[in-house]
């Protein structure tokens, strides 16, 4: 059975960091590319970052290009997201989920089959 478990969100001021890990159980890692998700307040759920079954492909939105890094560890069977130089407007629930590919996309920020876990808020406040 696969299972994500989002941790390492929490309380962070203007320009501080925090690492983000999505924990994967009941399939090995390489078997899926991946994306990181986000939810604020009464908007819809936003693609962040994905990144291919090799790790060797990744996208980011535009908000965050340069601030966030999208990684992989198949020995601990993680995904992370380093998030650095945190600004307000990325407070929200972060999720992480196996992502759609194609024959030109080895990743995409739109969600396969499953549904969202319980997140991890990231809250970044002065």
């Known amino acids: 059975q696969l299972q994500l478990v989002e941790s390492g969100g929490g309380l962070v001021q203007p320009g501080g960091s925090l690492r983000l890990s999505c924990a994967a159980s009941g399939f090995t890692l390489d078997r899926y590319a991946f994306g990181w998700f986000r939810q604020a307040p009464g908007k819809d759920h936003e693609g962040v970052s994905c990144?291919?079954?090799?790790?060797?492909?990744?996208k980011y939105t535009d908000s965050v290009k340069g601030r966030f890094t999208i990684a992989r560890d198949y020995a601990k069977n993680t995904v992370y997201l380093q998030m650095n130089g945190l600004k307000p407007e990325d407070t929200a629930v972060y999720y992480c989920r196996t992502v759609v590919t194609t024959g030109f996309q080895m990743c995409t920020m739109t969600p396969s089959s499953g549904s969202w876990g319980q997140g991890t808020q990231v809250t970044v406040s002065a």
């Open positions: 990144i291919s079954k090799s790790g060797g492909t990744t």
